[in-house]
């Protein structure tokens, strides 16, 4: 039997990047996933990310954020890809008076991150194929934006593997036996050694632990929608769209420029009904596309009417609060969950993979926000 370091257990972006910071710091490693890396079924499968600083209160993912982004921007250079990552700015507005709005900046400004504050009047002059329906403040932040998600995992996955990891397309089995496992279950006959073993599921953790993670992560399905811009109209491309976040508004909408001529993005960043990754049919809800008609008629005039030119049906998956869950399987030694992204996470897989990597080595402590009983 073949036995590794470390066998990490899902190929999205946090397992992606979890195999490669564990291979540089000299462990042997396999990773697996039972549909591929980057797969159309994972949350980290879908066209493009956001990746932004502002944060609220919640400064811990401002600071791996800004992390995050230096690091993706010198992976990418190294392995040639600059062009995975949009430098589209990101426009954040919520409404005045939010305190959520002054936490944020004084947040961004702690750390260093380099940040435009703008009132309704200067966001209206400078994005003026927005409309908002009531008082707004902004933050700008110039250097952040988008990253093409599901290629920027496989540019991970393929640089681990050039670094030596195995990747293995198939699906890998639950632990079980004593405290401390030494090997686990690859597809329906086989098996790999394991010193220590990652289940970077993302969506499929509660499906896998449901004794454990049942109630702790719930995975909801999320609708988006690429609309097509008329012809040679470049006003909801960069650089004059950024990507946006309005928390001004209840329904929570985000916005993806136009990149590589896909359409403009456009989702709700509530959770939908509970889904099963495996099974749920990836095909949009007429009132969900209904819903987000009335959005653009109200909010982007100019692409009134629109059609749509490609759907996505993904899912999420929340934890209650919406931080990460990172911890040891408590009836294991060296079994570790790493998941949760809820919502959010994509941007984060350099500072997860950091992260695991150090907990797993015992250089850092762990975070009181990711673990299982906070
Ligand atoms: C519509 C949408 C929009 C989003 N927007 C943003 C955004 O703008 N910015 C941002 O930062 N984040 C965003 N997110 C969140 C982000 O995409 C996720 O948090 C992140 O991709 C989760 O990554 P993951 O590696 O945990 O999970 P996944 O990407 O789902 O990866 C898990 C992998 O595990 C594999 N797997 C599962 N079980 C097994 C098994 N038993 N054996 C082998 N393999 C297995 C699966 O095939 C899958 O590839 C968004 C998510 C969605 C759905």
């Given amino acids: 039997m073949t036995s590794y370091d470390s066998v990490v257990i899902g190929a999205g972006v946090f397992g992606a990047w979890t195999a490669y910071r564990l291979r540089l710091a000299g462990k042997s490693v ?16 879908g066209e493009s990310r956001i990746i932004r600083m502002s944060y609220g209160a919640d400064e811990i993912y401002t ?11 010198a992976f990418l250079d190294e392995v040639k ?41 200067e966001v209206e002059k400078r994005f003026p194929q927005l409309r908002f329906s009531r008082p707004i403040t902004a933050v700008f932040e110039p250097e952040s934006g988008v990253l093409l998600a599901r290629r920027c995992v496989q540019a991970v996955v393929r640089e681990a593997v050039v670094r030596g990891v195995d990747f293995i397309h198939a699906i890998g089995g639950v632990a079980s ?16 050694g394991a010193g220590e ?47 946006w976040l309005d928390y001004s508004d ?10 590589e001529s896909r359409g403009f993005k456009l989702a709700f960043d509530r959770h939908g009904p509970e889904v099963d990754p495996d099974t749920q049919e990836r095909i949009v809800q007429a009132d969900a596309l209904a819903e987000a008609r009335e959005f653009l008629r109200e909010r982007f005039p100019g692409l009134a009417g629109a059609p749509i030119v490609e759907t996505r049906v993904c899912q999420y998956e929340n934890t ?31 500072a997860v993979g950091e992260y695991v990597e150090r ?12 673990a299982l009983t906070g």
């Avoid at 996933?33 to 994972?42: I, K, L, T, V």
């Avoid at 600071?63 to 921007?73: P, Q, T």
């Avoid at 931080?323 to 919502?343: K, Y």
Wanted: with cysteine; net charge positive.
């Fill in 197 to 243: 073993l990652i289940y970077a599921c993302g969506p499929w953790l509660p499906k896998m632990f449901p004794a454990l993670l049942g109630d702790r992560i719930r995975a909801t399905r999320q609708e988006v929608f690429f609309f097509g811009t008329a012809a040679s109209d470049r006003r909801f491309a960069p650089p004059a769209m950024p990507a």
């Fill in 359 to 370: 907990l797993l080595a015992g250089t850092i402590n762990s975070e009181p926000r990711f």
């Fill in 63 to 73: 600071r791996w954020s800004a992390r995050s982004l230096a690091a993706w921007k």
């Fill in 30 to 45: 396999a990773l697996l996933d039972a549909y591929g890396a980057g797969n159309s079924r994972a949350s980290s499968g």
């Fill in 81 to 121: 890809a600059p062009g995975l990552f949009y430098p589209t700015g990101v426009l954040w507005t919520s409404s005045e008076g939010d305190a959520r709005a002054a936490d944020n900046r004084a947040a961004l400004v702690r750390n260093g991150v380099t940040f435009e504050n703008l009132t309704q009047l």
């Fill in 177 to 192: 036996g004593d405290r401390k496992i030494s090997s686990v279950s690859i597809g329906p006959h086989a098996r790999i």
């Fill in 250 to 259: 209840p329904r929570r909408s985000y916005a993806i420029p136009d990149l």
């Fill in 320 to 350: 209650e609060t919406g931080d990460f869950l990172i911890d040891r399987h408590p009836d294991f030694e060296n079994v570790w969950l790493v998941g949760g992204g809820s919502g959010h996470g994509f941007k984060h897989g350099p």
